[in-house]
């Protein structure tokens, strides 16, 4: 979707019927997936029945159109059969294709199954918790599609500059790994220290939630020697802090200092904050510049935060087939020579085949018609 | 330093002392940071002392070197100062610079202070919680990393094409709001569907944690038909879960109706887990070819996941200075046309000043002992 935000025709293929993400959670009352509405925004779709010989020669004609800005194919179906790459590449000799997997043997796994595996259920939650606790976020599935996006733009480049097509494999077990490894999670193992639970304290410097005098509930964040400076200045603890530096024999401006003395700083602030409303807290942190986020709702979110509505130029009222009108974000990268485009709709499923079909192979409006009879290939479930 | 992996030439420019995240958490006992070390894997580092008119003028040749493979700048400054856009392209007409930043206004923002903002802290945790609950993995630091990324190649792409530079700004909490659009929470909310806490479940589906016999803990995971079938076809379920279809009046082959169920379905898929060992949930899941997962801790990740090691083609023994031989991960993408790189270790602060300013300025060395000797560029703060 996100090649398909920034101008790509990214046509997305399905069975008669879509597959599972077609129906998934979040729904609206009568069915429609807000999910697969908020996940192929700007796509193209066409349904082709693959379990047919006709609709695999179909698909294979689509994958393997030619021209520079097609030949790609983005697919977490295993590369066998007739989406072997050695059988498609047959078709179109530069064509590239990128195989998402759950592990690199081709085994099944889910966000939800790796996110166990790497350790962060055991680190996640109050500092007494004795219990595992799973992240609501997709973070490995939402990292590794993005790093899809990098790869086909990566795998295009090469073939832009050499003629040569390729084959590019990522597995979500892989893309988690190695993101354990970029943060200092394996070093800090191998080295035989073991991570402990932080409860909602920020790791290495000073972070964390206080709630204020009318029961809302704040993260401060003392990262930088600046914010740090601002959160001292705005709660008009700058004496105390000082003096707790002399007494733990800690420098408070060092980041790691401040994550070791958290307990005593975070045991100053609290009162000040609670004594203090939401209103008068964010009056005095904007005040100070302090980097600091207030806890709300998704529905505090979208009913009363600016920055979740049309007033910021990513975000557009878009009509989307089977629910009306909605709010939905376009492309976050702000590209200064390409003019932003609005966000565009989910297609219904199967919208845009018969489009397609006469757009990419150039069938008849005859030749069409005869697929549709025999079932090869289907039409807007919508219509 | 995705773009480092790929096989791009990336120069870090810090000042003298190094920023921050030289010192960054976590750290080995003398200093060291494990989070430099990690986040800065293939990259060359250059000193330079931006506050100095000639470090300025030094950095700016750097950022505008010529050549199609130059020109690029992906920074979190603020594009003002010698770093306006407007002042870098009178060097370099078609630069690309990426500003990553914190909201779109250029205000504070970090992974901490956003995620309370989106929701997400008050739908993670148990079922019956009443804190909020910060995620432990820096998600959206991670998701704006690729989209930068991303957002560089299409830049190159567009240069490529056309020949014409620009500015590209990513905003972090604008590519969080983007992800709470693109997966439905925001369409959930404008509808007036308020979200619950689900606890460890999965959403939409059927998956739980579940303990064993012995101690263990695993993720289960009932996802797609054949998860499904192999999750009864595991435990010996399958007439006990048409029982309960038919008496709640409810479709299991439905993902939105075992969600809707999920409490009598772990009610009984949880006695015949508590009754076997890990080894013995392992070998009945894995011979369903189910999508499970164990949790562990990072400790057992790396000293007993196979994944976790060499015997992965993406990790490698690397000699990290300041650290010595550690495990570090290369490119989670596996080129076919494209050898895969050992993964490189992260640069001292100021190992490469001498060779990039010779190799990519030109500059001899009586002027770079010069550049020294004023303090303008800072040696290997190792040596």
Redesign the interface.
């Known amino acids: ?2 090649l398909a935000q ?1 101008g790509a025709d990214v046509i997305r293929i399905d069975p008669p019927g879509g597959r ?1 993400d077609w ?6 009352d009568d069915g429609t ?3 697969w ?3 192929n ?1 700007a796509k193209r779709s066409v349904v082709i029945d693959l379990a047919s010989a006709q609709g695999r020669e179909l698909a294979t004609a689509l994958i393997c159109a030619p021209g520079p800005e097609a030949g790609m194919l983005l697919t977490n179906f295993p590369p066998r059969g007739f989406l072997a ?1 050695e059988s498609l590449r047959a078709w179109r000799p530069d064509l590239i294709q990128l195989t998402i997997q ?3 043997h081709g085994g ?3 966000d ?15 500092v007494d918790a004795d ?9 490995w599935d ?2 590794t599609g ?2 899809a ?3 086909l ?6 073939r ?1 500059l050499t003629g ?8 979500l ?3 988690a ?15 035989g ?3 402990e639970r932080v ?2 304290d ?4 000073f ?1 964390r ?1 206080f709630p204020t005098a009318d029961g809302e ?3 401060v ?1 003392g ?2 020697p600046r ?1 740090w400076r601002g959160l001292c200045d705005a709660t008009g603890l700058g004496a105390e802090m000082a003096q707790l530096s002399q007494e733990l024999g800690l420098d408070l401006d ?3 200092d401040r ?1 070791r003395a958290r307990e005593r700083i975070a045991a100053l602030i609290a009162p000040r904050l609670r004594e203090r409303t939401l209103a008068q807290v964010a009056a005095a942190f904007d005040a100070h ?15 009363s ?1 600016p ?2 509505s049309t007033a ?4 557009s009222t878009v009509d ?1 087939p089977g ?1 009306g009108p ?13 003019e932003r485009a609005p966000a565009r709709p989910a297609p219904r499923l199967g919208q845009h085949t018969e489009e397609v079909l006469a757009d990419v192979l150039g069938l008849g409006g005859a030749e069409i018609g005869r697929l549709f009879d025999q079932r090869v290939i289907g039409r807007d479930a919508g219509a």
Chains 1, 2 share one sequence.
Not at 153 to 158: I, P, T, V
């Open positions: 979707m996100t920034l599972l129906r998934r959670w979040p729904v609206t997936s807000l999910f509405c908020g996940l925004k790459y759950g592990d690199r099944s796994a889910v939800y199954t790796v996110n166990p595996r790497v350790g962060l259920p055991l680190l996640t939650g109050p219990d595992v606790v799973n992240h609501v976020l997709p973070a939402l990292v993005h790093m996006a990098v790869g733009l990566a795998a295009e480049r090469h832009r040569e097509g390729q084959h590019v494999r990522l597995a077990e892989d893309m790994l190695a993101v354990m490894g970029h943060l200092g999670f394996i070093a800090e193992a191998q080295l220290r073991q991570r409860g909602n920020l790791y290495g410097a972070g939630d509930r704040v993260m964040v990262l930088t914010q060092a980041e790691g994550f510049g302090m980097c600091w986020g207030r806890y709300q709702t998704v529905a505090q979110l979208v009913q935060d920055s979740c910021t130029p990513m975000f989307q629910i909605c709010l939905k974000p376009g492309l976050p990268l702000d590209f200064s020579a390409i």
